[in-house]
């Protein structure tokens, strides 16, 4: 069993040190170049798990990336990505309390048809991590052993379940709940509404290269090669 990149421990003390951990390891400070990693220590804040069960307030870390934005002015970027994903979080909680209900319907917040079908078999092999597609069954893999997947990696796998497999969304995002450590019902299902084209996405029809996603974010096949 391989350990989980996120720190488990409960409470808000743990979760305060976390934070002051990342900040002062010059994460926050380096958030834009590392953020689209598969894996790492601190290639993201990893609170999520603490943000979601409302152990830490995100006005708190929203406070202590503005101050310690302003000691570093030449990471200015990177500290406004990060509170960019704050606002994110925030801005689906805004949705729910809008559609409720719509985001747990395959059609979620569209009128179109879906497109999107009950097929057992696909999920199977996308669940279990044997598509054949490497980047993919590295990533459900990872989410298995661990309860963690990196954002890019939610992306990818969320995307190719729904409009590669054309599997049922509400399925993987089912999935993602059953395993993830930092499950949110509002960036969860959220987030899959979106990757799947029933949510807020403008371009319904957004597709990733799978090819030129993992050449650019696991170019020497590191992380394939440790989860396959
Ligand atoms: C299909 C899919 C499912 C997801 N499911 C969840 C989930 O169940 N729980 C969850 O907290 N996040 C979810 N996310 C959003 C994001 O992937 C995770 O918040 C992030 O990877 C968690 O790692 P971190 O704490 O290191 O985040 P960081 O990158 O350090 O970001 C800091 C915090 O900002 C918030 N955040 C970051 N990215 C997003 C985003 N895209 N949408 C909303 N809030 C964001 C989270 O609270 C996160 O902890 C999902 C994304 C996708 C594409």
Not at 3 to 29: L, V
Not at 116 to 131: H, S
Not at 188 to 205: F, I
């Amino acid at each position: 069993m391989h350990q989980s990149p996120i720190h488990c421990e409960g409470g808000e003390t743990i979760a305060i040190e976390r934070m002051k951990e990342y900040i002062n390891s010059g994460g926050a400070a380096h958030y834009s170049q590392t953020r689209n990693q598969f894996d790492g220590q601190n290639f993201s804040s990893q609170l999520g798990s603490w943000l979601a069960n409302g152990s830490l307030s995100p006005r708190l870390l929203f406070e202590q990336l503005q101050k310690a934005q302003k000691t570093d002015p030449g990471n200015s970027q990177s500290f406004d990505t990060i509170k960019e994903q704050l606002i994110w979080r925030d801005n689906f909680r805004f949705l729910f309390l809008r559609y409720g209900d719509k985001f747990f319907t395959t059609k979620g917040l569209r009128r179109t048809p879906h497109g999107m079908y009950n097929d057992l078999e696909a999920f199977e092999m996308w669940r279990k991590g044997k598509t054949g597609q490497p980047i993919i069954d590295a990533l459900m893999h990872q989410l298995r052993a661990t309860g963690f997947m990196s954002n890019r990696g939610r992306m990818l796998v969320s995307f190719y379940l729904a409009k590669e497999l054309k599997v049922n969304w509400q399925w993987g995002a089912a999935w993602f709940e059953s395993k993830l450590l930092d499950y949110d019902v509002y960036n969860n299902y959220g987030n899959w509404a979106y990757q799947s084209g029933r949510g807020t996405d403008s371009r319904v029809n957004r597709k990733f290269n799978l090819a030129t996603q993992t050449k650019k974010f696991d170019p020497k096949g590191a992380f394939i090669q440790k989860w396959i």
